[in-house]
């Protein structure tokens, strides 16, 4: 079955800079590839999500880029800001959603 | 845009009792949902498949005699927590969608076995 990895585990960054979070993934039938950001007690929500016919996409200052080749993909959040800090869960997709592990992306002021 | 309710928000309850969370799709129908665990500062974990007018899909590992699914209706699938116990206690949530459009998940529910 799929089996999404996903680093880091942990990821502080100064506001204002960039950050970026790598998922790969093991099932080459997987074909959408969803980003959740996920805050204390609350529903994952959708962020971004790409299919595997495109290998990037951007919506403000989130992108996530695919490369199907290598069974990557990646989450990148630009200008961060604080209500940016929450867990970013990462996902492939062909008849279920498998999860990665997630990333606790701490914003320092 | 498509939501998604689940129904209870918090259970509290003794060790041994059954308990039925609902998952229903208000705006539109659906023929497959999804149920998931998470544990504290842990990854969502897909328990099962619920597949609407026949038998849930279990993932490897997940009990399919203790967390009984019910997929009735196109609209509200169902999961029993039976004889719950404290080791049950868990965030539970489910997530549905129409074909190849993104899941929308509820707000979940937090089992608390005592």
């Known amino acids: 079955g799929e089996n999404v990895e996903q680093h880091p585990s942990t990821l502080s960054v100064q506001e204002g800079d960039s950050a970026v979070i790598k998922c790969t993934y093991s099932d080459s039938a997987s074909n959408y590839f969803p980003w959740y950001k996920q805050e204390l007690g609350k529903r994952p929500q959708l962020i971004i999500d790409i299919r595997s016919n495109v290998g990037e996409k951007k919506d403000q200052r989130i992108a996530v880029t695919l490369n199907k080749t290598a069974k990557h993909f990646s989450l990148h959040i630009t200008e961060t800001q604080p209500e940016d800090s929450a867990v970013y869960f990462c996902?492939?997709?062909?008849?279920?959603?498998?999860f990665g592990k997630g990333t606790r992306l701490h914003i320092l002021p | 845009g498509a939501v998604v309710s689940q129904h209870p928000s918090w259970v509290i309850c003794k060790s041994g009792t059954s308990v039925k969370i609902e998952c229903r799709s208000l705006?539109?129908?659906?023929?497959?949902m999804f149920w998931y665990r998470q544990f504290p500062k842990q990854s969502l974990m897909l328990m099962a498949t619920?597949?609407?007018?026949?038998?849930?899909?279990?993932e490897q590992g997940v009990e399919k005699d203790k967390f009984l699914i019910n997929h009735a209706s196109l609209t509200l699938s169902t999961l029993t927590v039976t004889s719950a116990h404290p080791e049950d206690s868990s965030f539970y949530i489910c997530?549905?969608?129409?074909?190849?459009?993104?899941?929308?998940f509820g707000d979940g529910t937090r089992l608390s076995i005592l």
């Open positions: 705006d539109f129908q659906a023929t497959t």
């Open positions: 996902a492939a997709q062909d008849d279920k959603i498998i």
């Open positions: 619920s597949n609407e007018g026949s038998k849930a899909t279990y």
């Open positions: 997530s549905a969608g129409q074909g190849e459009q993104p899941q929308h």
